[in-house]
């Protein structure tokens, strides 16, 4: 039975309410022109500049608060408000979120324990602790992370490594409901939070690596029942079931493990896929570049789906009968930006394979795709035909290995987020590079165990540098300045209405940049590495930014002696830190 304490009883409040300006996502939110309404709390609460409701802040995920009290004049002076302890070594990957005057915050191993805080004192108001059995590890890939919570009516919503979904009381911790979402000793595990649309909580889970079917399912908020479930790779009778080699789609992939984003005007949620089983692409389908219609669907792509009914409307496909484990489940970031002088609405995605793409988000047109790292494994993606003009020498298959492609398959950025600031136009990018080598070998399915075929060694990008924080504008496709570090898998990113951008790296180094420049204003190592995202609020008219630390711990073992130096970089942790300027 979970457990959960409660050193002192605290409800929540509503601050006042500050709406966002500038940010065409809350003109979304809002969505009554359309008639459709998302879930009325999330549309209070995000239209609240001094909370951080979901995941990405917002349902477009543009990781921005306008939030301005502390910014590029006063950021040197930024000092400690409180640290708290998640009780939780490795991994630890949340962003926490914040509603009225409460934080909630998951740590990494199941979570091990999910706190709720007084966000202005850090005092703990309940603790709730989750049993999650002792054999996750072996079936969770990569680590044993958590990466955050999500709330809606009162309610808390946690996915865990056992993949199970629970709902807890958000003013006691009380747990209301829990379900199975999936078994997670095929090789399922629930590493991110769901996404709650009106009475519905949506979610995925992992598993590519271990040749799980994926699927989203989405959930009553009241009573954790299941309401729709889609496959993300389809079966042999339904539409794309002929993209698949035999039967292979039984075992293929297609994992929807990161975050989801929504469009209320348009009533459309948008989910990143992952790469399809096994990476030995001679078993699902031709071995080389010559895959015709095996391509494999609907992995490595961005889904635009119905929350009613999980109907799939459009898809982009960003890699195809992909061979280089480039999982397209990078979050989908939404925005209006002007191109050629007309208003778009668009969706932008940072994808594992090293390009930019920019598309229509109500119609999925690709409107521009260009490399945002050194890449190669491709001479350019062709938004008329949809596919990459790939380089036949660096696509490994059977009889063929291929040496020195770049990116590496922890991709040009992989899970830690990006943001973007309409005040300046900017994506900022936490990427990453590093290339390999590729080769393929036999493979059969064994359930619960790596569904894999492949070898690739790691090697170190060109430049003498391993990682970058990119701040990329999406119209121009082009990159305006960037930082760059000296090891990958560095933190994500958090822009604000103070001209800063907010990011960690593999060191343990938190900093608060210029946004417009690059300038860091500010940095202090927090002593375990960095790979969640920086969240700010406000609490009774002081502005806060939050940040957990807690150095991965098994990605290091994918990655060869590039691996052996991320490791060496910051010991494990597991804590949260909160900091303002006094």
């Known amino acids: 039975m979970a457990r959960t304490t409660t050193p002192r009883r605290e409800y929540m409040t509503f601050g006042t309410k500050g709406f966002l300006a500038g940010i065409s996502m809350i003109a979304m939110l809002a969505a009554g022109t359309s008639g459709i309404r998302a879930n009325d709390s999330l549309i209070k609460a995000q239209s ?45 990957e949340s962003s926490p979120i914040v509603v009225g005057n409460t934080l ?8 091990k324990c999910v706190y709720a805080l007084d966000a202005a004192t850090g005092a703990r ?4 602790e989750p049993e999650i059995p002792e054999d996750v590890l072996q079936y969770a890939c990569c680590d044993v992370n958590n990466r955050g919570v999500s709330y809606a009516d009162g309610k808390i919503f946690v996915g865990r490594l056992d993949g199970k979904l629970t709902a807890l009381d958000a003013a006691t911790g009380k747990s209301l409901w829990t379900t199975k979402v999936v078994d997670y000793k095929q090789g399922s595990v629930i590493t991110s939070p769901p996404l709650v649309v009106r009475d519905k909580v949506i979610t995925g889970f992992g598993g590519g690596e271990y040749g799980v079917r994926g699927s989203l399912q989405a959930f009553d908020i009241n009573s954790g029942k299941q309401v729709w479930q889609t496959f993300t790779v389809p079966s042999p009778d339904e539409p794309g079931g002929d993209t698949w080699k035999g039967d292979s789609a039984q075992h293929g992939g297609g994992a929807a493990w990161l975050v989801g984003s929504y469009d209320p005007k348009s009533d459309t949620v948008y989910w990143g896929t992952s790469n399809p089983g096994p990476w030995n692409t ?6 080389d570049g010559n895959f015709g219609k095996l391509t494999n669907l609907y992995t490595a792509s961005t889904l635009a789906l119905d929350p009613n009914t999980g109907k799939i409307k459009w898809h982009i496909q960003t890699t195809p009968a992909d061979a280089w484990d480039y999982d397209g489940v990078n979050e989908a970031v939404l925005a ?3 191109i050629g002088g007309s208003t778009v609405p668009t969706l932008m995605k940072a994808d594992r394979n090293g390009y930019f793409f920019v598309a229509n988000r109500e119609t999925g047109k690709v409107l521009s795709a260009e490399k945002y790292v050194f890449s190669n494994w491709a001479k350019k993606w062709d938004v008329k035909t949809m596919r990459a003009e790939e380089d036949p020498d660096k696509r490994p298959g059977p ?31 936490p990427s990453n590079n590093v290339c390999m080598d590729w080769s393929v070998s036999d493979v059969a399915y064994k359930r ?20 970058e924080l990119v701040a990329w504008d999406p119209v121009a496709q082009k990159k305006v300045w960037s930082i760059k570090e000296d090891l990958p898998f560095n933190g994500g990113t958090l822009t604000t209405g103070g001209g800063l951008v907010f990011a960690g790296n593999i060191h343990g180094d938190f900093r608060a940049i210029d946004a417009k420049s690059g300038k860091v204003l500010w940095s202090k190592n927090l002593g375990s590495g960095i790979g969640a995202g920086p969240v700010t609020y406000s609490v009774d008219g002081k502005q806060y930014v939050a940040i957990v630390v807690g150095r991965t711990a098994a990605l290091p073992a994918f990655l060869g002696e590039v691996g052996k130096k991320m490791t060496a970089a910051a010991p494990e942790g597991g804590s949260l830190f909160v900091f303002s300027v006094q």
């Open 336 to 338: 209006d930006l002007k």
């Open 282 to 287: 001679g078993v699902r389908s031709t071995g």
């Open 48 to 92: 609240d500049s001094n909370q951080w409701a979901v995941a990405g802040h917002d349902y477009g995920n543009t990781r921005y608060s306008p939030l301005k009290q502390i910014n590029t004049e006063n950021a040197g002076k930024l000092t400690l408000a409180y640290s708290f302890s998640l009780a939780s070594l490795r991994s630890n």
């Open 448 to 467: 619960g165990v790596f569904y894999l075929g492949a070898e690739f060694p790691t090697k170190e990008g060109p430049g003498g540098f391993l990682g």
């Open 125 to 128: 108001k309940w603790t709730w």
């Open 104 to 111: 909630y915050v998951s740590s990494s191993w199941g979570p």
């Open 399 to 429: 009889g063929h290995p291929a040496k020195d492609i770049c990116p590496n398959l922890i991709g040009g950025k992989n899970w830690q987020p990006m943001s973007f600031n309409p005040q300046t136009g900017l994506v900022y990018i």
